[in-house]
């Protein structure tokens, strides 16, 4: 099972910025270059200087990965980013609206999760991943010893358990801001130090597993970078954690659109009789359309997802358990080769 611990993370100094708007950043991966320069126009010190650094002019021995490594010394022993004085878990409320147009509020904690390889009862995987973006993430975490990206996790909260952590959170410090790429995001950061919260909320991520919901390639990084660490004092064995319970009603997974090819006669039937036995045409009280699918010449067709799966209620899963797996009876060597 999953193992979960404080930390003594960096932030921003909040006497130095009370409002953490200006040196907010999206992930990495879905930044522009045109959006680049607009964030490092808005502050020297925005964290994209360090997660996509650009190599320093007239320093041809700086690539940007030590340029980053540079910088973020440099940011420390300005008292730009501080260290929490004692192990801590930091709890973020986001607040948005959605495509909707409804109002929607995610919270989730930051902690650190310990590296353990994929299993169905300690972390779980539902991407494949690309060795250029792994290399890229290494480079990175080899030059700065740090973690600046989460992974993001989800777990299960059908009883709703962590509501009440969430209500009792004992805030030590607060910090803020705003994101504005694609919506806007108002953050909400608090940090606690309290050890009975902690061992609380530790204790009931241990009874089950974790879902990576984004950042399988940075997950597998971080792994790879310990396994090759000879160096005790660095603690490499955790990686950056930002957990979700599932009953935040901000969690929202986008649908992605997944492609089956060359698929034989005999698998297209295999197909349809899977969706008939584990999704149904008609909707439900309290459901959504798990999958929207055109299988051949037929018309598009939604499918609700039904109890015979006994399968995880987050949707990202339920293309690979239910669909691959389950129907078409795919191994995970046989995805891995698809993908």
Not at 20 to 36: E, G
Not at 58 to 82: C, E, F, R
Not at 180 to 187: C, G, H
Request: proline share 4%.
């Amino acid at each position: 099972m999953p193992k979960i611990l404080p930390f003594q993370g960096y932030t921003y100094n909040p006497q130095i910025f009370a409002d953490l708007t200006n040196v907010l950043a999206p992930p990495y991966d879905v930044i522009s270059p045109q959006y680049r320069e607009e964030l490092i126009h808005r502050s020297e010190h925005n964290i994209i200087n360090l997660t996509l650094a650009e190599k320093l002019n007239g320093q041809p021995d700086m690539n940007h990965y030590s340029t980053a490594a540079k910088l973020v010394t440099q940011w420390k022993q300005d008292d730009i980013l501080i260290s929490a004085e004692k192990p801590s878990i930091w709890q973020i409320t986001e607040s948005f609206r959605d495509a909707d147009g409804k109002d929607k509020k995610r919270y989730g904690y930051l902690a650190l999760v310990k590296l353990e390889n994929y299993s169905t009862d300690g972390i779980r995987r539902h991407e494949r991943t690309h060795k250029a973006a792994k290399e890229d993430r290494y480079r990175l975490l080899d030059a700065t010893h740090m973690n600046f990206s989460p992974i993001f996790f989800v777990f299960n909260d059908n009883d709703r358990s962590c509501e009440s952590l969430m209500h009792r959170f004992p805030s030590e410090t607060v910090q803020a801001g705003k994101l504005d790429f694609e919506t806007d995001v108002n953050l909400r950061i608090e940090q606690t130090s309290d050890e009975e919260w902690i061992d609380s909320f530790s204790s009931m991520l241990a009874e089950q597993p974790i879902l990576i919901a984004d950042g399988h390639h940075r997950y597998e990084t971080a792994r790879s970078y310990h396994s090759n660490q000879t160096n005790s004092g660095l603690k490499s064995g955790y990686v950056l954690a930002y957990l979700v319970p599932s009953s935040s009603e901000g969690l929202q997974i986008l649908p992605t659109h997944r492609g089956l090819f060359g698929l034989t006669e005999n698998q297209i039937d295999q197909l349809k009789a899977g969706l008939e036995c584990y999704f149904s045409q008609t909707k439900h009280e309290n459901c959504t359309p798990y999958l929207t699918a055109i299988i051949g010449d037929e018309k598009l067709t939604k499918y609700y997802l039904n109890d015979k799966t006994k399968s995880s209620p987050l949707g990202v899963e339920v293309f690979e358990e239910v669909i691959l797996k389950k129907t078409l009876g795919f191994s995970e060597d046989d995805i891995a080769d698809k993908s």
